[in-house]
């Protein structure tokens, strides 16, 4: 079972996102065990429970000190094959074939980033693969961690039901997902195409490669060129 490991200054923000629908049901069934630790509980300032400073040389901000982080890390790992994972807008995209590779993992330990950053000495000698989820500057972490645990728990075998498939779904295959309709087949004078009520699968097959492929030439020619 993949164990996820959050450290984050808001351990207040998952609970929410991870007690509903399938992040739940993922849980409930051992299929991934995601724990959240506040880092402030690994800083030697127990006064204060002071994670951020200056930055050396100067400069706008805060950084996130070395010695919260390493403790916290060297503390909550389980597992003797670890990952771990630095969400920041420098890091490796993320991807469909990213969250299928992390899907393989033992024990990710997630760190959200917060402030204008972290100490360089967190990324040279404690991170092992640093994260971006998109070309914008978030206010912390948080968010990212929470997209990486979803879209990696739902491809881990068994959390979907056979309802939700992975198969017709956008990137499976470099595509994104063709245009779907449902009840009723006519709404208000707008129908559903022919082929769809046609019963005939290889022409609906067909008929859905031929709109996925459409939609991508469309919208993201890049992934037709990068096959993701
Ligand atoms: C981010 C991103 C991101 C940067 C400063 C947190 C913020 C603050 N993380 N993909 N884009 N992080 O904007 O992953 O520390």
Same mark, same amino acid.
């Given at each position: 079972m993949l164990r996820v490991d959050?450290?984050?200054? !808001?351990?207040d923000m998952f609970g929410p996102v991870l007690n509903e629908s399938i992040l739940k049901r993922a849980q409930e069934k051992k299929k991934v065990d995601i724990r959240i630790h506040d880092l402030r509980?690994?800083?030697d /300032? $127990?006064?204060? @429970?002071?994670? /951020? /400073? @200056?930055?050396? &040389?100067?400069g706008p901000g805060m950084l996130m000190m070395p010695q919260p982080l390493f403790d916290a890390v060297k503390a909550v790992k389980a597992r003797r094959k670890v990952k771990v994972i630095y969400t920041s807008p #420098? &890091?490796?995209?993320?991807?469909? !074939?990213? #969250? $299928?590779? %992390?899907?393989?993992?033992?024990? %990710?330990?997630?760190?959200c980033g917060h402030y204008e950053g972290i100490d360089e000495r967190v990324r040279?000698? =404690?991170?092992d693969e640093e994260i971006s989820v998109g070309d914008y500057v978030l206010t912390g972490g948080e968010l990212p961690a929470m997209l990486i645990v979803d879209a990696v728990t739902r491809l881990i075998p068994g959390v =979907? &039901?056979?309802?939700?498939? %992975?198969?017709?779904e956008s990137f499976e295959g470099g595509l994104l997902e063709g245009p779907q309709?449902? @009840?009723?087949? /006519? !709404? @208000?004078? $707008?129908?559903?195409p022919d082929v769809l009520l046609s019963g005939n699968h290889k022409s609906i097959e067909k008929?859905?490669?031929e709109k996925a492929l459409a939609m991508t030439k469309k919208v993201r020619p890049d992934l037709l060129k990068k096959g993701v």
């Open positions: 959050i450290i984050t200054i !808001f351990p509980d690994y800083t /300032d $127990k006064k204060h @429970r002071k994670v /951020d /400073d @200056r930055p050396f &040389g100067g #420098a &890091g490796k995209p993320f991807t469909q !074939f990213y #969250a $299928k590779t %992390l899907t393989k993992a033992q024990n %990710l330990i997630i760190i040279e000698h =404690l991170v =979907l &039901g056979k309802e939700e498939s %992975l198969i017709h309709y449902t @009840r009723p087949a /006519d !709404f @208000r004078g $707008k129908k559903v008929w859905r490669h």
